[in-house]
């Protein structure tokens, strides 16, 4: 094994410190493999109950009238997340896409949006109008408002509540946690923010950016009152396989408007060709469970690494897990130029180019991004990413089987290791 391993370019010190590490992991590796079983039915389950056939992977063009695989997929999905109904698109470009179709299609002018986990993702604030941009709900007389998380990562519950005003039409809460060193969040603590708001408010909708959370647990937040889950199928629900495309899973009313916002009113649903991407959707969807699961096993093996050595993780070396990230304080531009190069240097698409930092459309600062991925910008794909900021933190996720997370986490200690940025006995901070 070290052998094969050395080919790939990892030196015998790195290899032997990922197996110590290793050896230590077995219980948690086995929990993460039983989510993934429990998993893998319900989607199994899901497919059945829909009827799936070969049928469904016909290609439709045009308008896209009478799309069986389409309509069929759909309701698969609203199957798997205990939904009244959903839309799965290519035409949902990405997961901001998703979110801001969910939010543009469910606010009308004069409505409140809050967020009771603090400040959404970096690219929502141009959707919100956080950062003023052309088309921003802002701009069409929708406010915002949001309460942030107290200093230990828990819900302000007296902030929230005054933060909930008669025009609060509807709560976006992040489950991920972003671009930001504060814990995820559980998909039982969703459950509990979600009772308290509509305790407080009992005609406010819930949404849920659901974004890396898909198939961590056995639940998801629909299962807890959310009235829509909204992602991206180049995260977790595609499986490393769909192409492009995002998910609405909700309500029937909020999915309803969320379809005549996507296409037009009058025509919500019933139009958009499936342009020969079913295939590739359903079978992601199936695989998603045993994807999320390596891709978890990588993230907690990277925590074990890097805590090790005395960075800070989030989430740290032993705490549970409510998404696919693992964010790695590296405290340096060269670190996590350097982690990343690793990461680059261990995909199987573009091993020989060098990550440089970049000012990304959306983001504040620059975004440093390594990504080897056979689906452009996929994050379910092994990658690493973060702005170049302080505390100078690297998010890193993905790899669609264990093994290729685990040979990209050694190959970002290998690259740290051999630049002389760390060191494998003792602390580094
Ligand atoms: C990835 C992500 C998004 C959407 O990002 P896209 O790159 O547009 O798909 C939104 N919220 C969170 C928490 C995310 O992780």
């Not at 800070?312 to 990230?325: F, G, L, Q, T």
């Not at 933190?393 to 690259?415: E, P």
Request: some cysteine.
């Amino acid at each position: 094994m070290d052998e094969i391993y050395a080919s790939l370019g990892l030196s015998p010190e790195v290899y032997a410190f990922g197996e110590q590490v290793l050896a230590g992991l077995k219980d948690r590796f086995a929990a993460v493999d039983a989510a993934a079983e429990y998993n893998q039915a319900k989607v199994l389950g899901a497919m059945q109950k829909c009827r799936v056939s070969s049928a469904c992977f016909a290609t439709s063009t045009g308008y896209g009238y009478n799309d069986l695989g389409r309509d069929t997929l759909e309701e698969v999905y609203a199957a798997v997340f205990h939904t009244e109904a959903a839309l799965v698109r290519p035409q949902i470009t990405c997961g901001t896409h998703a979110l801001a179709l969910a939010l543009g299609a469910n606010l009308r002018p004069g409505d409140e949006l809050m967020s009771p986990v603090g400040a959404p993702y970096d690219t929502l604030e141009e959707v919100i109008g956080i950062r003023p941009s052309a088309g921003s709900l802002a701009e069409f007389g929708i406010s915002y408002r949001q309460a942030d998380l107290l200093p230990d990562g828990d819900f302000d519950w007296d902030a929230i509540r005054a933060a909930i005003t008669p025009r609060t039409k509807l709560i976006t809460i992040q489950r991920s946690k972003g671009y930001a060193t504060r814990p995820s969040l559980s998909v039982e603590q969703i459950g509990r923010l979600i009772a308290f708001c509509k305790s407080v408010k009992p005609d406010v909708l819930c949404m849920v950016d659901n974004c890396y959370g898909e198939f961590v647990q056995t639940v998801e937040p629909s299962d807890v009152g959310a009235d829509m889950v909204v992602g991206s199928l180049i995260k977790n629900p595609g499986g490393g396989l769909a192409a492009a495309g995002g998910y609405i899973c909700g309500t029937a009313p909020c999915v309803e408007q969320c379809a005549r916002r996507l296409t037009a009113p009058g025509l919500g649903k019933e139009v958009g060709a499936n342009l020969g991407q079913l295939p590739s959707m359903y079978q992601g969807l199936f695989l998603a469970p045993t994807v999320t699961a390596g891709a978890l096993k990588g993230a907690i093996f990277a925590a074990n690494i890097y805590e090790k050595l005395g960075f800070a993780c989030v989430p740290n070396a032993s705490e549970p897990r409510h998404d696919i990230i693992q964010a790695v304080t590296l405290g340096s531009p060269e670190r996590m130029e350097a982690f990343c190069l690793g990461i680059q240097a261990a995909a199987p698409v573009d091993s020989h180019v060098t990550p440089v930092p970049w000012p990304m459309p959306g983001y504040d600062s620059d975004v440093i991004m390594a990504a080897g991925a056979f689906v452009q910008g996929s994050s379910i794909e092994l990658s690493a990413d973060g702005p170049i900021r302080p505390p100078y933190a690297v998010y890193f996720q993905g790899g669609l089987t264990w093994y290729h997370a685990k040979t990209g986490i050694l190959m970002s200690l290998q690259k740290l290791y051999e630049r002389g940025l760390v060191r494998l006995e003792g602390d580094n901070k």
